[in-house]
């Protein structure tokens, strides 16, 4: 049984920053390529972020340069730094393998930028 566990999240003005923590239990984390996801409201939920379990990093468009994904496999943990958050990064963020594995969605976190 693997559980991921979101938190961070939060209301932030355009411009400012959170940073996401991502807890995973119940199996060898750091075997797997970890993402980070959103779901905006009324739209598909889409890869953010991933990150390989040597540390290499890929980055969707629209927030290269202003996010950045980190990993501590000893404590089993993915980050999302996230700068310069514009109004358009608000969704419930969720962190899941890459590919995603349905059965191991958490809750998420909500992020919400807003002035």
């Known amino acids: 049984q693997v559980q991921l566990v979101e938190s961070g999240g939060g209301l932030v003005q355009p411009g400012g920053s959170l940073r996401l923590s991502c807890a995973a239990s119940?199996?060898?984390?750091?075997?797997?390529?970890m993402g980070w996801y959103r779901q905006a409201p009324g739209k598909q939920r889409e890869l953010v972020a991933r990150i390989t379990s040597g540390g290499n990093t890929y980055y969707a468009d629209s927030v290269q340069g202003r996010f950045a994904i980190s990993r501590d496999n000893a404590k089993n943990s993915v980050y999302l730094q996230m700068n310069s958050l514009k109004p358009e990064d608000t969704a419930v963020y969720y962190c899941?393998?890459?590919?995603?594995?349905?059965?191991?969605w958490g809750q998420g976190t909500q992020v919400t930028v807003s002035s």
């Open positions: 899941n393998i890459h590919p995603p594995e349905n059965r191991w």
């Open positions: 119940g199996r060898i984390f750091s075997i797997y390529v």
